[in-house]
């Protein structure tokens, strides 16, 4: 059974950092795109950052110089650094793979495999 679970979610202060952890197993996603993307009540998911097989990174326009994802192949695990955080970064966040996809997507129809997601609360 192939799961994703996330973890390193919280509670933090503007400007404040966090670091969001994606566990894979059930698979091996060495050669997969991972993901993340985030949501809140009432708004469509939005693509926050991804990687590819090779490690190429894509980000989002909102985060982009403040976030960084990054991957451990041999931990089957994908992180995001989140830094810098703002209020409006406030979302459940979820990991995603794109199975058998070695290139990056930013949309959420490309993945396949979708952690419960981690909250993730900024309060200034």
């Known amino acids: 059974q192939v799961q994703l679970v996330e973890s390193g979610g919280g509670l933090v202060q503007a400007g404040g950092s966090l670091r969001l952890s994606c566990a894979a197993s059930?698979?091996?996603?060495?050669?997969?795109?991972m993901g993340w993307f985030r949501q809140v009540p009432g708004k469509e998911r939005e693509f926050v950052a991804a990687i590819s097989w090779s490690a190429s990174t894509y980000y989002g326009d909102s985060v982009k110089g403040r976030f960084a994802i990054s991957r451990n192949n041999a931990k089957n695990t994908v992180y995001l650094q989140m830094n810098s955080l703002k209020p409006e970064d406030t979302a459940v966040y979820y990991c995603?793979?794109?199975?058998?996809?070695?290139?990056?997507?930013?949309?959420?129809?490309?993945?396949?495999?979708w952690g419960q997601g981690t909250h993730v609360t900024v309060f200034s």
């Open positions: 995603a793979a794109r199975a058998g996809y070695y290139s990056e997507s930013s949309y959420p129809n490309d993945y396949d495999y």
């Open positions: 059930g698979r091996t996603f060495n050669n997969d795109a």
